[in-house]
């Protein structure tokens, strides 16, 4: 991707527009011999959220990129006998604190800056990362305005067109069907209404929505408007203390019997939020624990459990992030542009299977999940529906 393209897609949260004066570097963090004639080490910034409303997600990506590094560096943290000096940071889910600690470590020499799950993080690092020439690996976010948006910047997670791809595959050929979004009237049921509309209608679909107050507390008259509309596909965007509420009175209203229910699932922590529901609703998933079934998998999960931690949602974008990272240290000498170049049409084995960098715009092409969730013991786990090829879902080449 040599000429830099800025692409602003419909999807996901709003882009922070954040003015930032450059910090040009003032030593290089690759290359070459030290004084004393060895090999300096390679300087590598992480910047996620360690505290703050994401910190779970943070959590997770770290323990993926611990498990990922081990893994590619079979067990010495060194790429061909050379250090990696990784040091980690707290975004605390801010972009104007994330953006702080970038600038000053791309002062002290660092160029490759990766981590946030954040999407307003992560489009304000990549402005950084443009500015200053430096390698940028987004982590969990999954904002699409950053597949595309520099030359610098990549990432290591799915992106929303993905998801909401994923989502259609439960109905095959979206062309001609008629899809109902579900949401909240806030900014974050709008934009998945908006997400739908522009994945799902560009592939032919029929799209509407049933838009609820963020503060109703009965929801009959609005599942009795699903089942009036007849859809083929009720998309769910839903969050906050309602939820249990809301998935409750849909059964009880019989949505389930009717149409397959579709929304994403998330973390862990989130398996038991569904109630009596949890059995009817098809889950649209990025990942979880025992998904993929691979030797990458194996080895990441192996590693998680010997240090106290579970797979979990973001795993993965960790895991793969110390994979690019160690990739472009190894193939990409010792100039920022040779790391690009290691990385753009990258194809490499991963914890989801066969993963690859699109070089024109750097999106990851990977495979997606359909779940649904069963009874284990007094709680519910994820089982696998079906793997989702890559090519699928994967989104269009962004700018096109």
């Known amino acids: 991707m040599r000429v830099t393209k800025k692409y602003l897609a419909p999807i996901g949260a709003a882009t922070l527009a954040i003015a930032l004066a450059a910090c040009a570097p003032t030593t290089a963090a690759g290359g070459g011999g030290d004084a004393d004639g060895g090999e300096t080490p390679v300087k590598v910034a992480m910047i996620t959220s360690q505290t703050g409303p994401l910190a779970a997600y943070g959590a997770a990506y770290q323990a993926g990129f611990e498990a990922g590094l081990d893994y590619a560096t079979d067990g010495t943290g060194a ?46 690092l990549a402005e950084q990362a443009e500015q200053n020439e430096v390698l940028y690996i987004s982590g969990p976010a999954a904002t699409d305005a950053v597949t595309g948006i520099n030359d610098y910047t990549f990432r290591s997670g799915r992106q929303t067109y993905q998801d909401v791809a994923t989502a259609g595959t439960f109905i095959g050929d979206p062309a001609g069907k008629h899809v109902t979004v579900f949401a909240q009237d806030n900014a974050f049921g709008q934009g998945n209404f908006a997400g739908v509309e522009a994945v799902l209608g560009a592939q032919g679909a029929n799209v509407d929505g049933v838009l609820v107050a963020e503060d109703a507390t009965e929801f009959t008259p609005f599942a009795q408007q699903i089942l009036a509309a007849k859809p083929d596909l009720v998309f769910v965007a839903w ?14 209203q019989g949505v389930f019997d009717t149409v397959p229910v579709v929304t994403g699932l998330g973390d862990v922590a989130t398996y038991g939020a569904y109630g009596e529901a949890s059995g009817s609703i098809s889950f649209l998933n990025h990942y979880f624990g025992g998904a993929a079934g691979t030797d990458a998998e194996k080895a990441m999960i192996a590693h998680l459990e010997e240090n106290g931690a579970e797979p979990d949602l973001f795993s993965p974008d960790g895991f793969v992030a110390a994979q690019m990272i160690v990739q472009a240290v190894r193939e990409g000498g010792d100039t920022v542009d040779g790391m690009i170049a290691a990385l753009e049409g990258w194809t490499f084995d991963s914890v989801k299977g066969e993963i690859t960098v699109r070089a024109e715009d750097h999106a990851l092409i990977q495979p997606m999940y359909q779940a649904k969730l069963v009874q284990q013991g007094d709680g519910w786990a994820p089982e696998l529906v079906d793997t989702v090829d890559a090519e699928t879902v994967a989104p269009p080449v962004a700018g096109e």
Not at 82 to 107: C, F, M
Not at 239 to 252: H, I, K, P
């Open 79 to 124: 790429v061909d006998g050379r250090e990696l000096d990784i040091s980690w940071d707290d975004d605390q889910g801010n972009p104007d604190t994330a953006v702080s600690k970038a600038k000053d470590y791309i002062g002290q020499g660092y160029r490759i800056l990766a981590g946030t799950a954040a999407s307003g993080i992560a489009t304000a």
């Open 239 to 252: 969050a906050g203390a309602s939820s249990g509420a809301m998935w409750t009175s849909l059964q009880q």
